[in-house]
């Protein structure tokens, strides 16, 4: 049905009018023409009554604390649907609060539409210093893929359209729609409105590489004593799930995930060498990059985690061209939509192909194994306080009983200890802080996840991080998701244990020590837990996930056990100056 409004009221004396439609119903018919079923916002002039009307018109409309978690909820959503998750916001601080979500779903490939609404064009153009005044369109455009004004009703179709094609096709990214409020109380015939709406056609089209592309990348695969695939985020959003799991297991070629793209194939699977991350890259003499790429999480292609500079060939899959050569020489590159690449590589491999030779994969598995061997005691210790080994060993064994709950992550040691402790077992189950390793994502993704699939979400948070979005418990709530967020607190960032050298303040890194992240969750109805054992943890999760309800376990961490900046500390730079002793 769409949301044709009675604008004037017809009475017995009066010729009928003709049915008419505004900018308001013109908006929620444009997404909903599109498949668009859920709006993430802040309500607020001038886009209050949009948010009531979607909802009464059957729209899902989401609302948050801060903009900035509803951007990251439908940054999260376009990830995880392939369709742009929809952020809806007020002007110039509105605005501006969702900003970061838009630049951070760009930056990860991430397809989302910031609709913001703006004051007057007249006003802002002149800085006549109009409500919320501010030059929106310009200060979106670097930050996104695309950004579009639309001043008349007939162009909302349009401008929705324009939207939608921008954040799917080629590399997904954000884009950022500007509604002035004016045009929403624009009247005009809703059947010529009806006319002005636009379905996108195949919104992200198939993009074919070129045979000869295939050839040379299967050429060079070929030739190699030790490949191994990478497997990216773009990977997993691509959502060629089989064709990816045939090109591992038919190529016999291993395979690292990405940190989104865990789960993708299970982490367990014989081909798997993400347990030995750091030989599989450093002895590669010819690597497969699906959807990933080689920025500062893969050492740029270069550099000490690599082998001696030349010794590693790149054959690289990518939708962006331009992705191509960013870094190092790309030997073979494939542009195309990975779908299509991957199954034409395995069409290529035909059934003559020759698996690599043993010992690589020999030597990949005994490190694997030796890797695994290692780790195995820390994540048994019972030890109280808990060390993060314990607690991410706990939580480890409740995922693999859950395969299908969605784990969100964020923090420091945090997020590096569990991304290389918890096994992944389904694609898409993994959600974390991406490209710009930001803090903040964490209740926004978890909210979009349970909204979009329906399904259990864990969230793993370190305390800082938590802070970041922690008002969004009340989100939660509200809308009694399925979420548990488990906060790893150790008092502080990376570590709870600094202080001021001058004994004035607290030193930067720490919180108040002890706090109680539960009672947040039970201030809103939620229900909390207290735990200081992995097997109170164990507890405390299992009877959350099964109630699914939302509930926050603050799992009690040794302050003492991590590390500065987790497993990234060497990018910290040195001061120059020796400290006097
Ligand atoms: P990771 O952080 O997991 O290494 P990146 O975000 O660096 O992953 O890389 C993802 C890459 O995937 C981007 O370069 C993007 O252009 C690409 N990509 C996204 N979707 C597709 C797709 N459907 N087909 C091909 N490439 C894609
Ligand atoms: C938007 C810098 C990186 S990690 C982190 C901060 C503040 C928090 C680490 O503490 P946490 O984890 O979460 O308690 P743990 O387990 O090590 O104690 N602002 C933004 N993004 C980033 N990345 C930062 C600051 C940072
Ligand atoms: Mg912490």
């Known amino acids: ?74 940054a999260i959503a376009g990830f995880l649907t392939q369709k742009p998750g929809i952020c809806l916001t007020v002007s110039a601080p509105g605005f501006l609060n969702g900003l ?41 455009k670097p930050l996104c893929k695309a950004a579009f004004r639309v001043l008349h009703a007939a162009d909302i179709g349009i401008g929705v359209a324009r939207a939608i094609r921008a954040a799917c096709s080629g590399r997904p990214g954000g884009v950022y729609l ?58 997993a959003y691509a959502q060629a799930d089989e064709a990816i799991r045939a090109l591992v297991e038919t190529s016999g070629i291993p395979y690292v995930p990405m940190s989104m793209a865990k789960g993708l194939l299970p982490d367990t699977h014989p081909l798997s060498a993400g347990a030995a991350r750091s030989t599989a890259l450093k002895d590669s003499d010819v690597v497969l990059l699906i959807g990933a790429r080689l920025n500062w999480l893969l050492s740029h292609g270069k550099g000490k985690s690599w082998g001696e500079p030349g010794s590693t060939k790149f054959i690289q899959i990518d939708i962006e061209p331009r992705e191509m050569d960013s870094n190092v020489e790309i030997v073979a590159p494939v542009v195309g939509d990975i779908a299509s690449c991957v199954q034409a590589l395995l069409d290529g491999m035909g059934k003559g192909w020759q698996q ?125 998701l399925p979420v548990c967020i488990v906060v790893f607190n150790n008092n502080g960032i990376y570590r709870g244990t600094d202080t001021d050298p001058t004994g004035r303040d607290p030193a930067t890194t720490v919180f108040v020590p002890d706090s109680r992240y539960d009672r947040m969750m039970e201030a809103f109805g939620g229900v909390g837990y207290h735990v200081t054992t992995p097997d109170e943890l164990t507890r405390a999760v299992n009877e959350a996930m099964n109630s699914g309800r939302p509930a926050l376990v603050n799992a009690v961490i040794d302050p003492a056990a991590g590390s500065e900046s987790g497993n990234i500390g060497s990018l910290n730079p040195q001061s120059g100056i020796k400290k006097k002793k």
């Open 356 to 480: 690599p030779p043993s010992d690589w994969i020999e030597t990949l598995k005994t490190k694997r194994e030796a890797n695994i061997a290692k780790m195995a005691p820390k994540l048994m210790s019972n030890a109280s306080p808990m060390t993060f080994h314990a607690a991410l060993g706990a939580l480890r064994t409740i995922v693999k009983e859950r395969p299908d709950a969605i784990l969100v992550n964020e923090g420091a040691n945090t997020l590096d200890l569990a991304r290389g402790i918890i096994d992944m077992y389904q694609p898409r189950k993994r959600l974390d802080v991406g490209t710009w390793g930001i803090m903040g994502i964490g209740m926004g993704f978890a909210v979009a996840a349970a909204v979009e699939t329906g399904k259990p979400v864990l969230c793993v948070e370190g305390d800082s991080a938590f802070g970041f979005s922690g008002m969004e418990v009340e989100t939660i709530c509200r809308y009694g």
């Open 100 to 140: 970061t979500a838009l630049a951070n779903a760009t930056t990860n490939c991430f397809p989302m539409i910031l609709i913001s609404g703006s004051s007057e064009r007249e006003i802002v153009d002149l800085q006549q210093g109009d409500y919320e005044e501010m030059d929106q369109l310009a200060i979106a």
């Open 1 to 74: 049905m769409t949301a044709l409004a009675k604008i004037v009221h017809t009475t017995p004396e009066v010729e009928a009018e003709p049915d008419l439609t505004d900018g308001f119903h013109l908006v929620i018919d444009a997404l909903k023409l599109n498949g668009i079923e859920t709006i993430y916002g802040v309500p607020g002039i001038p886009i209050t009554d949009l948010g009531r009307m979607a909802q009464a018109e059957g729209m899902r409309v989401i609302s948050f604390r801060h903009e900035q978690h509803a951007g990251n909820a439908a």
């Open 178 to 235: 500007d509604l002035p409020a004016k045009l929403f109380a624009q009247v005009m015939d809703a059947e010529a409105g009806r006319q002005s709406l636009v379905k996108v056609i195949d919104p992200a089209p198939a993009q074919r590489p070129a045979p000869e592309a295939i050839a040379r990348a299967l050429d060079v695969l070929k030739s190699a004593k030790r490949p191994l695939i990478v497997l990216g985020k773009g990977a």
